[in-house]
């Protein structure tokens, strides 16, 4: 029996000890080195990007996939080419839902981004640039520091990738001397065509456009590194072919889609500017492996003697700077270079430290924490977290969006009344008026369920579904009205597409049985709220002037407080005191015991303004309130009346006060 | 090293044959075991099937009508039989029963015009089955008995799929059903130019050899494509609701100055509005757009055309124009309601003849719409709601037939129809007949809300509509969670040849037949044809 490297063992090593020992042998420090490497890139995604924000999209990210389980789903992604790498992404992206599996698929794919490149460049004879396998890691660290989402296009690039590799891999045996039965010549061109063909058939149908890295670094490999000029123009022409026979003949894709399907420069991603967002990353992404290997191609033709295409010797490089300076003592700068070469742990660490550097700089650079602050408002005010709505508003508070998520979070915590121009307020950020509209409803779907317009929030709702896609959060939303609704048809339809996401079963399967049990859901007090607060007058005017839909909430249940909250905030923020005087009598119907702070305020500008009284029952503004405004009056009076002028003095002590908006018409300014 | 290699074959062999017994031992087990039903019990009820097929009139040549049984139980078992033929038995561990294609057809096919029975059976699970019934014991309901009508229905149905709403024309798509299996295959998408809209499917005497579709781009413009004999061509405007004149040499149709708006409470949101609308009518031999005065009144609204079956007649709704504000719904929207009128036509010498009224809106007291004739031009169905010009959006839409050969009361009375049985309390609208005249296609919110379905009804030669049957899918339970809506289907005899890629590539081109309107809207300004690039709402990033 023969023995040798795989001769049988009397002990056996588990496969992964082996792997590690294999790789700790060869390179340990570098192999330390790159485990360092992407547990920083894994802990900064998860607790600095936190995926689950991506997940939640903000109403930027428009093509976040959704997924659902079950056949008739996966089925759809059969019938067009690219299909089965979207339908992975789809489901591997549903992991962003909680930050840390996220983050595990990002530096999955960044690991795996980062061993092929480096499979590549050790193939290709030239381990020296085994540095660039690091470049597109901290590429896809820009990307997802930036909020943007390119995860299927990147992900075909991986797929065609590793083909890349499988073919170089099973292609470098043609010149294996042990196997003479695929020695060059003939027999070998052929089996490396049929290979060629055999994986540009299956790569197609997986990525679609995305072959075409496959194939230009197939055709630069056999052109310029095995110097088969032949074979790459078979290689080329078959490149042109196999989309149109595959994608157009076969799969009866457009022509346009055919070729540019999941690469960056489809107008699926082009044709909208958030989707554009960080493409030029996804461009260099797909460019940084075949221009550098096109340039290593001509080098080593034209460049027999280059750096770059010798093997790394540490001995030699010190060897090699003796020589040249035969009996003359080392300067600085060649000591520090020979100390360099010579040492392996101080070569190690100094690249390393430029490494980190890079991505350190890369990570903290490219960090969008605007976006951030918003798709992470959204997702808190989603989950009605209201604290964190308000710390993390602290961030960002100038955004409408913002503003928005913040007075929901007031209102629910009990303070809009008293907090709201602590925070900058504008009348378009109360029911949000936004020149992008579907942005827009993606941001007050949830004010208007909570107020009663079931309506306009099925609509816009339905609108963004058509936009984001079949999101959980909308499905959820829609099945949530649809019960208020009574329309149960829809509801269950909603419900049943709900049960096949990943990670909102258990809601959608408790509804169904509710639904079994309790058809009507008079036992649900949250649907009860909710049906109690509807709007139930019809008309299409109410559908967009707000202030008349809050009025009709509230004449159609005097006790929907949210609407008469609003509907006050909407009378101060517009400075209709007149009309918010006239609402004042509704406190008795609310249940409140005591005036709120900024009403008193408002009262109070009222009275002073208009020197008419104004009905209050058994309440009166505390004295506190009355001493403030005379001494705002005072103070304002004291500069003159310059606004300017009275600015600072004004905002350090009544920042947050409605009379400091009221004359100044903005808010939050109180430190 | 090849001595090593030759010792792994054999272990790879048997590697692999070990592989196959597995699975061959595993599907063999998980098989569904064919189970002699001798004694049963029976229980006084039919069972609860979704979808409901039972009592109804069914193709011959229709899918299989894979259904969901909704009773508790471990194991289910159907046997389908008929007068002649086998017996299918049918045995499942899932409610689900999923019919055998081939053994489907056979059957219905020798039983044409004869009963088909359904027997039910259902396996108690063990921990619930009471104690006068023991467990081994099969529980057999009554029997679900359908009928086979003799006539076949056509083979194809091509519908449009897009999402509940489609204010940003992101999904959308015109299919096409394979009414014997379930296959379903894309005809055109949006995604072929660009995104866009595309509606208005309609082909001549239910054939795909010539056909239209109506596009809306806002990259490509507006334009309708003509499918002619294989030829694919794009006229330069877009054709709204568009009717076919029986000999293929005139296509009537809309131009419609839509805009829809939503209800703050109802429940439906959505609401359309014409603010104008008149009809006019394309020459294929001369490739020109005309139209004339009784098609096209300045103080009228006119939409959906459709032909007498001897193509000497257009109907078409008409309602009257009571607002010149095209900016604003106005106050009195729910008071609109539609005439139904007719013209006559003589196609050789392109004449138009007087217009009359056939059945009036203040007769009826709702608004007619949506009027299709039967192909041997007896039954003219349409629909009827409370207001306005889109039924599909109004719940209280029912269908109606009208017997149109028959012998009229006396003169100053009208049409006599008849409020059908297969209506909902939801909308029924959307109707299209076979080529035989034998069936219909109609869309319906019946049980799905905002969704709608597909459901065919059988007419006899009386006039009479059967029980409907929901479009069969090879999952019964496919519809539960499908988000789509499956509107304006039509019964085609065909699949339509010309494929996706071309028809995009026309929609593509600059290339197109240019046509010039001859007369304006009831608006001020004269000139060209309105504009249809914008859609209803176009997403803005």
């Not at chain 1, 959820?476 to 339809?493: D, P």
């Not at chain 1, 600015?647 to 009379?659: H, K």
């Not at chain 2, 603010?275 to 001369?286: G, I, N, P, T």
Request: hydrophobic residues 40%.
């Amino acid at each position: 029996m023969m023995q040798g490297s795989l001769g049988k063992s009397s002990n056996r090593t588990p496969i992964w000890a082996l792997v590690a020992k294999c790789a700790c042998r060869r390179d340990p420090l570098g192999t330390i080195r790159t485990f360092i490497f992407f547990a920083l890139f894994y802990l900064y995604i998860w607790l600095v990007v936190e995926p689950r924000f991506l997940y939640a999209g903000g109403g930027v990210i428009t093509n976040f996939p959704v997924f659902f389980k079950g056949w008739e789903f996966f089925r759809h992604f059969l019938s067009y080419p690219g299909g089965l790498v979207e339908y992975l992404s789809a489901f591997l992206s549903q992991f962003f839902y909680y930050s840390w599996t996220g983050a595990l698929v990002v530096t999955l794919q960044a690991w795996l981004l980062c061993l092929c490149t480096g499979y590549f460049f050790k193939a290709i004879n030239t381990p020296r640039l085994r540095w660039v396998r690091f470049v597109p890691p901290i590429l896809l660290l820009a990307v997802y520091a930036q909020y943007a989402y390119h995860f299927v296009t990147i992900a075909a690039l991986l797929v065609a990738l590793i083909c890349v590799s499988l073919y170089i891999k099973l292609s470098s045996k043609t010149e294996s001397p042990t196997s003479p039965s695929l020695a060059k010549g003939p027999a070998g061109k052929l089996f490396d065509l049929a290979l060629f063909l055999v994986l540009s058939v299956i790569l197609y149908a997986l990525v679609a456009g995305a072959y075409f890295f496959f194939a230009a670094l197939s055709v630069i490999y056999e052109l310029l590194f095995k110097r088969r000029w032949q074979m790459a123009l078979l290689y080329l022409l078959l490149a042109g072919a196999v989309p149109y026979v595959q994608g157009v003949l076969f799969f009866g894709a457009s022509i346009i889609d055919a070729y540019t399907d999941s690469l960056p420069l489809s107008w699926k991603i082009l044709s909208w500017a958030t989707r554009r967002e960080m493409v030029e990353i996804v461009y260099a992404l797909y460019l940084l492996l075949p221009l550098t290997a096109f340039g290593l191609g001509l080098l080593r033709i034209f460049g027999q003697k280059s750096p770059l295409l010798k093997k790394h010797n540490k001995g030699r490089a010190s060897r090699d700077l003796k020589k040249r300076l035969p009996g003359k003592p080392p300067n600085l700068v060649a000591a520090i270079l020979s100390t360099y070469t010579a040492s392996p742990i101080l070569r190690c660490l100094i690249e390393s430290v430029a490494l980190f550097a890079i991505a350190g700089a890369v990570a903290f650079f490219f960090h969008n924490d605007e976006q951030k602050t918003l798709s992470a408002i959204h997702h808190y005010a989603c989950r009605r977290m209201w604290p964190q709505v308000l710390h993390t508003a602290r961030r960002n508070p100038n955004s409408n969006f913002v503003v928005n998520a913040v007075n929901r979070a007031l209102y629910h915590t009990g303070r809009l009344a008293y907090d709201m121009f602590s925070y900058p307020q504008h009348p378009d950020a109360l029911l949000l008026t936004a020149e992008d509209r579907v942005l827009a409803y993606w941001h007050k779907f949830d004010t208007q369920i909570d107020l009663g317009l079931m309506n306009m929030a099925e609509k816009n709702l339905v609108e963004c579904m058509e936009v984001y896609g079949e999101h959980p959060t909308i499905l959820k939303r829609l099945a949530l009205i649809n019960m208020v609704k009574a329309n149960y048809g829809s509801a269950k339809v909603y419900l049943a597409a709900l049960s096949k996401t990943l990670f909102h079963t258990g809601w959608a399967k408790n509804y169904q049985a509710r639904l079994q049990s309790d058809p009507n859901l008079s036992n649900d007090a949250y649907i009860q709220h909710l049906r109690s607060v509807c709007l139930k007058n019809d008309h299409g005017s109410l559908f967009y002037a707000k202030q008349n839909a809050l009025s009709t909430l509230l004449q159609n249940n005097s006790k929907n407080r949210m609407a008469f909250e609003y509907l006050m905030a909407w009378f101060m923020l517009t400075k209709q005191l007149d009309k918010f005087t006239e609402n004042i009598k509704r406190f008795d119907d609310l249940g409140y015991s005591e005036i709120p702070r900024l009403y008193e305020e408002a009262i109070l500008i009222y009275v002073y303004g208009t020197k008419k009284p104004v009905y209050l029952g058994d309440r009166q503004p505390t004295p506190e309130a009355r001493r403030q405004i005379e001494d705002f009056s005072q103070t304002f009076n004291r500069y003159r009346r310059n606004k300017p002028a009275a600015f600072s003095e004004l905002a350090d002590v009544y920042g947050d006060s409605y009379f400091f908006y009221h004359l100044y018409g903005f808010s939050g300014v109180k430190q | 090293m090849k001595q090593e290699h030759k010792s792994k074959m054999p272990r790879v062999a048997c590697a692999l044959v070990a592989c196959v017994l597995i699975i061959c031992a595993l599907v063999y087990a998980f098989r569904e075991n064919k189970v002699a039903i001798g004694q049963y019990n029976s229980v006084a009820r039919p069972p609860e099937i979704y979808p409901d097929y039972s009592r109804a009139v069914i193709p011959p040549n229709i899918a299989p009508l894979n259904f969901l049984i909704q009773e508790s139980g471990a194991h289910f078992c159907l046997k389908i039989y008929s007068k002649q033929g086998p017996t299918i038995e049918v045995f499942s561990r899932s409610p689900k029963i999923m019919i055998p294609e081939n053994a489907w057809h056979k059957l219905l096919d020798m039983n044409r015009a004869e009963q088909l029975h359904f027997d039910v059976f259902v396996k108690p699970k063990a921990s619930s089955s009471a104690p006068k019934m023991p467990n081994d014991k099969w529980n057999k309901f009554d029997t679900i008995t359908n009928k086979i009508a003799e006539e076949d229905i056509d083979s194809y149905l091509v519908y449009r799929k897009i999402p509940p709403v489609y204010a940003a024309w992101r999904q959308m798509g015109i299919y096409q059903r394979n009414l014997h299996g379930f296959d379903e295959s894309l005809v055109l998408s949006n995604k072929y130019f660009g995104e866009g809209c595309l509606n208005c499917h309609t082909f001549c005497n239910n054939r795909t050899d010539k056909m239209l579709v109506g596009i809306r781009s806002p990259q490509y413009g507006s334009s309708a494509l003509l499918i002619d004999n294989g030829t694919v061509s794009k006229i330069g405007t877009k054709f709204g609701y568009t009717a076919w004149h029986p000999t293929g040499r005139v296509a009537a149709y809309s131009i419609n100055k839509v805009n829809q708006f939503f209800h703050s409470s109802r429940t439906e949101i959505r609401d359309v509005l014409d603010f104008d609308s008149l009809l006019a009518y394309y020459l294929v031999d001369s490739k020109t757009v005309k139209t004339s005065p009784p098609l096209a009144k300045k103080d009228r609204l006119e939409t959906y055309p459709t032909w007498s079956a001897d193509g000497r007649y257009l109907y078409f709704c008409s309602a009257p124009l009571s607002w010149s504000d095209h900016r604003t719904v106005p106050q009195n929207y729910d008071q609109l309601k539609y005439d139904l009128v007719r013209v006559s036509y003589d196609v050789d010498h392109d004449q138009w003849g007087e217009l009359e009224t056939v059945l009036s809106a203040e007769d009826t007291g709702k608004s007619i719409l949506l009027p299709r004739i039967s192909p041997d031009g007896r039954w003219l169905l349409f629909c009827m709601c409370d207001y306005g010009c889109f039924p599909v959006y109004q719940a209280g839409s029912d269908l109606y037939m009208m017997d149109l050969k028959a012998a009229r009361q006396p003169p100053e009375a009208s049409y006599k129809y008849r409020r059908l049985d297969i209506n909902s309390d939801q909308s029924e609208s959307w109707h299209t007949w076979s080529s035989n005249g034998r069936w219909i296609a109609y869309s319906s919110k019946r049980k799905s809300g905002v969704f709608t379905r597909i459901y065919l009804a059988y007419v006899d030669e009386q006039g009479k509509v059967y029980k409907p049957i929901l479009l069969p899918q090879k999952d019964p339970t496919y519809y539960d969670s499908c988000l789509w809506t499956f509107s304006v289907p039509e019964l085609v005899t065909e699949p339509v040849r010309i494929t996706k890629e071309k028809l995009g590539r026309v929609v593509r081109s600059s290339r197109k037949i240019s046509v010039d309107m001859p007369v304006t809207m009831a608006t001020p300004t004269a000139g060209a044809l309105p504009s249809h690039d914008e859609p209803w709402r176009q997403e803005r990033q």
